[in-house]
């Protein structure tokens, strides 16, 4: 068997050789090619090998792995240098079927070897090597391009990553956005870019649209870590579309979103993001599926065009931060942003540090710390090859102009009562990424001239440690300039705006287009679970207020509208059975434990098998990890509520799982 194996590496190799000297490949035949792709370890088992074994040659360099027509590849980068390639070897060949030596490190301590494996991981995102045949190198999309685009009928998962490189090509022709370019063309700011790159993203955008438009007729329950293919494919519509923005061809960009057909859940999800947010708001989004459907419903609808949406993840690039610039003066908010596009070119000003020894120990004004950055007094020199920003304090003031406050935050009595003088809080954070100055730049700036809401979607981090002055506001958080009040915190710690929370749950946002929901459709799942946690969140404060009629009728509202049939309970509806248990509807609660109950149980009976057949595998890992959290919450909530059949039932369960 192995000499078979062998037998076909070798020719296989030889083919793909083939075209550096200007040969065709369509000679092997497409079942032969993905046997040979089958062939390749995976991007974890090489990772293993590779970091039981060796390290850096340089402490302090990073750790890239490459996966070529050839085999694996690793190389290593200096963090000043990061064009730079040190030391680049194949460690295993499709020719050999086998690893190779190096002459990297080698490791004998295995602490040193784990935190060199968990560094590198914490760097790279290990999805994009089982996403693209080839990757992790500088031209892997045209190698993809070129080794499948010969074929016709291609499984799923190759046609996805045959699409993804027709996408990543086209946009290297514009910008350097992501790792491993091919483009050699300088990256394009905020600004017109020569016909011939446009041409370069068109004819390559389109061949991508039309693989991705291929593939949802081919398989609509085809699943990207967005959500179904549909909806990845009307997102990278809205990706060329706001890039042809960012270069300044609106016609361009409106062939574009003429193309776009969200289906009606995603765009009554969008709809009501943008209800749960204040007029003449900013929003601060973070992914594709929490703004590009808002985007087109503000472009091509109309709807919620007062609300600016200013995306964090974009909001790191200088074109993306002088577009926002440009925009938010349109319409109608100059001056929020008060870097420049130059202020960070050529990288400057990725990260900023805070270090200890540098700063002041004292609080200071959010304005005072935004113009010492800008002036460029916070460069450091830490060696001969390294200059580093940094941050003149931790501590920080943002006042409070009560007039803007009053007039914008149309705020209840109880939160004029508690309207603060100023926010002043402190972060133990290390270091602030440029779209987290960013952040700070445009609150010192705003004055609280317009509400600033986040979506619910990102990361924690985004807050600025500002937690204590966000209020659940429907499905967005919104920040206020008032004290926390104890009154208005839910069983999970988030403060809430109890009476408008409640009146968008019970009479605005929209609960349209669940039925039918498709089984492969994780984005509606992942809304689903945000709808169930905000509602709860809500509940229970209102609980919290002794406003018990209300706290049922929103819980009989949310687990009404929401069909089991499409949307199980699971973990995100347990507080409701919580809540239920609080209100004396035990038979509710019973119904929400014992449904969620036995979706797990499902789960542990698909997945176990599984697990113990395949014990590497980290998506069946962390899928029974969340079924295990989830029966445990369950147990614990039988225990307090003294559901004693029930908590010996699945401590019972528990057991023989584990055994």
């Known amino acids: 068997m192995k000499k078979h194996l062998k037998i076909i590496s070798i020719f296989v190799f030889t083919l793909w050789m083939l075209p550096l000297a200007g040969q065709d490949t369509g000679r092997v035949s497409k079942e032969v090619f993905i046997r040979s792709l089958e062939l390749f370890p995976s991007h974890d088992q090489v990772t293993r ?97 070129h080794n499948l685009k010969v074929y016709d009928k291609l499984p799923d998962t190759l046609t996805y990553g045959l699409a993804r490189a027709f996408s990543n090509f086209a946009l290297s022709a514009v910008r350097h956005q992501y790792d491993y370019s091919t483009s050699k063309h300088k990256p394009a700011g905020y600004e017109t870019i020569s016909q011939e790159r446009l041409k370069i993203f068109t004819d390559n955008m389109d061949e991508a649209l039309r693989i991705f438009k291929k593939l949802v007729k081919q398989n609509p329950d085809f699943k990207t870590i967005t959500g179904p293919i549909s909806l990845k494919y009307n997102n990278e519509i809205m990706f060329a579309w706001h890039t042809m923005l960012s270069v300044k061809e609106d016609q361009l960009a409106e062939k574009y979103i003429k193309q776009v057909n969200y289906d009606e859940f995603t765009l009554t999800n969008a709809s009501n993001f943008l209800i749960s947010v204040s007029e003449n708001a900013i929003l601060f989004t973070y992914g594709d599926n929490d703004t590009y459907p808002l985007w087109y419903l503000q472009a091509n609808k109309n709807v919620r065009p007062d609300v600016s949406i200013i995306n964090l ?70 060696s001969s090859e390294k200059d580093i920003y940094y941050l003149p304090t931790n501590q920080f003031i943002l006042d409070v102009d009560r007039a803007n406050a009053l007039k914008s935050y149309k705020l209840s009595d109880e939160n004029k009562a508690a309207l603060s003088d100023s926010l002043v809080w402190e972060t133990q954070r290390s270091y602030f990424l440029r779209n987290e100055l960013l952040i700070l730049d445009i609150l010192a700036n705003n004055n609280w001239r317009y509400p600033v809401h986040y979506s619910m979607s990102g990361e924690f981090r985004y807050f600025m440690n500002l937690n204590d002055h966000l209020q659940l506001h429907g499905l967005s958080y919104k920040l206020v300039p008032v004290d926390p009040n104890p009154k208005h915190v839910a069983l999970n710690g988030l403060y809430v705006n109890v009476p408008v929370s409640y009146q968008l749950f019970m009479n605005t946002i929209s609960f349209e287009h669940l039925e039918g929901v498709r089984p492969s459709n994780s984005f509606a799942e992942n809304m689903i679970n945000n709808m169930r946690i905000s509602s709860g969140s809500v509940a229970s404060a209102l609980m919290g207020r002794n406003e018990k009629d209300s706290a049922l009728k929103l819980l009989n509202r949310i687990n009404e509208k929401i069909p089991k049939e499409s949307f199980p309970h699971n973990i995100f509806s347990l507080p409701h059975a919580e809540l239920y248990l609080q209100l004396d509807k035990k038979d509710k609660a019973l119904e929400i434990i014992t449904e969620t109950a036995e979706s797990q149980q499902q789960i542990f009976s698909a997945l176990k098998p599984a697990a113990t057949a395949d014990p590497g595998n980290n998506n069946i890992r962390q899928e029974l990890q969340m079924a295990e959290n989830t029966m445990k919450q369950i147990i614990h909530l039988c225990e307090r509520y003294e559901l004693e059949n029930l908590e010996t039932k699945y401590r019972e369960y528990m057991q023989t799982v584990k055994h």
């Open 49 to 145: 090998w590779f970091f039981t074994r060796y390290g850096p040659t340089v402490e302090g360099n990073m750790m890239r792995f490459a996966k070529d027509p050839r085999g694996w590849y690793v190389y290593e980068v200096k963090p000043s240098e990061p064009g730079f390639i040190y030391n680049k070897q194949q460690i295993w060949s499709l020719e050999e079927l086998a690893y190779r030596k190096t002459n990297y490190r080698p490791v004998d301590d295995n602490q040193k070897a784990q935190e060199h494996y968990q560094k590198y991981m914490q760097q790279v995102q290990p999805r994009l090597y089982k996403i693209h045949p080839f990757y992790g190198y500088n031209g892997w999309d045209r190698d993809v391009i």
């Open 313 to 382: 993840s974009l909001l790191n690039t200088p074109w993306y931060i002088a577009m926002v610039k440009e925009k938010m003066k349109d319409n109608g908010k100059p001056g929020l942003i008060s870097f420049s596009e130059e202020d960070f070119e050529n990288d400057k000003m990725g990260v900023i540090f805070y270090i200890g020894a540098k700063a002041e120990n004292k609080r200071m004004k959010l304005k005072d710390v935004v113009s010492f950055i800008a002036s460029g007094d916070n460069l450091m020199e830490v």
